[in-house]
């Protein structure tokens, strides 16, 4: 069956980014000129999502504008000739349909995804985490249809991850597993997953990425699984249960992971994306050379 729904989960708190976010949804800070979730938006129409929901909450207004029409904007932009940026703007989010529900209380990302039952259906969907950009090597397909297309092999659940120091892995969820005869190392059917190990206890160094392929069993799993780690309604003790019932696989991928909501690497990220970018790399690398 052809994946073509996604959801972004984009209601949380955001407290490692206040007082920033304290007005402003943390999936709208800018790389550069452009919006976290915008990118988000855009990987997932380049994988070929058709249908996208996004998750919201109190306070992010901001992200239903950025995906709607703002003609004053667009008036503004005419009387003063600029119309290449008219163009820009109008165009955000045209690749998909984006549809919005609202996240009352921030129980966690388990019970984000949760919401997203009634308009997904029984079919498989994919999730991508709206804090979190994904940046494959060049050449190389966008991370989600990375995602899409082994799903496509296997019919079963997969998540991205990517190795990571061990000292880090008590930030992330943790996966466990072993590959299928015949796969390459890189698509690992999964044991378990263990969110945020304490480093002696960690079964891998195998962090969870921000990008998922679900069957629609995780909503039944979401329904069995309490608060966990920090109170929270972890996806990834969901991810646990499904694990437990029916195949499910990591592919172990090269794409860097930005955590946007983590402020060293919304750093790292600005300044990558800045250096790349033929209006801004040549800049910024004479003066990263000055000051270094
Ligand atoms: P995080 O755990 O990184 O987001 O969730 P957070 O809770 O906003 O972060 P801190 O720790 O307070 O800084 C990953 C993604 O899941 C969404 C977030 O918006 C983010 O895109 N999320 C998280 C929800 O939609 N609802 C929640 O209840 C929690």
Same mark, same amino acid.
């Given at each position: 069956?052809? &994946?073509?729904?996604?959801?972004?989960? %984009?209601?949380?708190?955001?407290?490692?980014?206040?007082?920033?976010?304290?007005?402003?949804?943390?999936?709208?800070?800018?790389? &550069?000129?452009?919006?976290?979730?915008?990118?988000?938006?855009?990987?997932? *129409?380049? +994988?070929?999502? =058709? !249908?996208?929901? &996004?998750?919201? $909450?109190?306070?992010?207004?901001?992200?239903?504008? /950025?995906?709607?029409?703002?003609?004053?904007?667009?008036?503004?932009?005419?009387?003063?000739?600029?119309? !290449?940026? &008219?163009?820009?703007?109008?165009?955000?989010?045209?690749?998909?349909?984006?549809?919005?529900?609202?996240?009352?209380?921030?129980?966690?990302? $388990?019970?984000?995804?949760?919401?997203?039952? =009634? /308009?997904?259906?029984? =079919?498989?969907?994919?999730?991508?985490?709206?804090?979190?950009?994904?940046?494959?090597?060049?050449?190389?397909? @966008?991370?989600?249809?990375?995602?899409? !297309?082994?799903?496509?092999?296997? /019919?079963?659940?997969?998540? *991205?991850? /990517?190795?990571?120091?061990?000292?880090?892995?008590?930030?992330?969820?943790?996966?466990?597993?072993?590959?299928?005869?015949?796969?390459?190392?890189?698509?690992?059917? #999964?044991?378990? #997953?263990?969110?945020? @190990?304490?480093?002696?206890?960690?079964? +891998?160094?195998?962090?969870?990425?921000?990008?998922?392929?679900?069957?629609?069993?995780?909503?039944?799993?979401?329904?069995?699984?309490?608060?966990?780690?920090?109170?929270?309604?972890?996806?990834?003790? %969901?991810?646990?249960? #499904?694990?437990?019932?029916?195949?499910?696989?990591?592919? %172990?991928?090269? *794409?860097?992971?930005?955590?946007?909501?983590?402020?060293? =690497?919304?750093?790292?990220?600005?300044?990558?994306?800045?250096?790349?970018? *033929? !209006?801004?790399?040549?800049?910024?690398?004479?003066? #990263?050379?000055?000051?270094?």
């Amino acid at each position: 069956m052809t &994946i073509t729904k996604a959801v972004i989960p %984009a209601a949380g708190m955001g407290t490692r980014f206040l007082p920033a976010t304290k007005s402003m949804p943390k999936e709208m800070l800018p790389i &550069i000129d452009k919006p976290v979730l915008q990118y988000v938006v855009e990987e997932a *129409a380049a +994988s070929g999502i =058709e !249908d996208i929901l &996004i998750v919201t $909450g109190r306070g992010k207004r901001a992200v239903e504008d /950025h995906f709607d029409f703002n003609p004053e904007l667009e008036a503004f932009l005419k009387d003063n000739g600029k119309t !290449d940026l &008219i163009e820009q703007v109008q165009g955000i989010g045209d690749q998909c349909r984006v549809f919005y529900i609202r996240q009352k209380k921030q129980l966690g990302l $388990g019970d984000a995804i949760r919401l997203a039952r =009634e /308009h997904v259906g029984r =079919e498989p969907f994919a999730v991508l985490l709206g804090d979190t950009i994904i940046d494959p090597p060049a050449g190389s397909p @966008p991370g989600l249809r990375q995602l899409l !297309d082994a799903y496509e092999k296997k /019919h079963a659940s997969v998540v *991205a991850v /990517h190795r990571v120091p061990r000292p880090w892995v008590s930030r992330y969820g943790i996966v466990d597993g072993r590959p299928d005869a015949g796969d390459s190392e890189n698509l690992v059917r #999964l044991r378990r #997953l263990v969110e945020k @190990p304490k480093p002696a206890d960690a079964p +891998s160094e195998l962090a969870i990425a921000g990008r998922y392929v679900f069957t629609p069993e995780i909503f039944d799993c979401i329904d069995h699984t309490g608060r966990g780690v920090g109170g929270e309604i972890q996806l990834t003790d %969901a991810m646990n249960l #499904l694990a437990q019932q029916q195949p499910m696989y990591a592919l %172990a991928w090269q *794409a860097k992971r930005y955590d946007i909501g983590d402020r060293v =690497e919304y750093a790292k990220c600005f300044i990558d994306f800045a250096l790349r970018r *033929a !209006d801004t790399g040549a800049a910024v690398r004479e003066h #990263l050379k000055t000051i270094l």
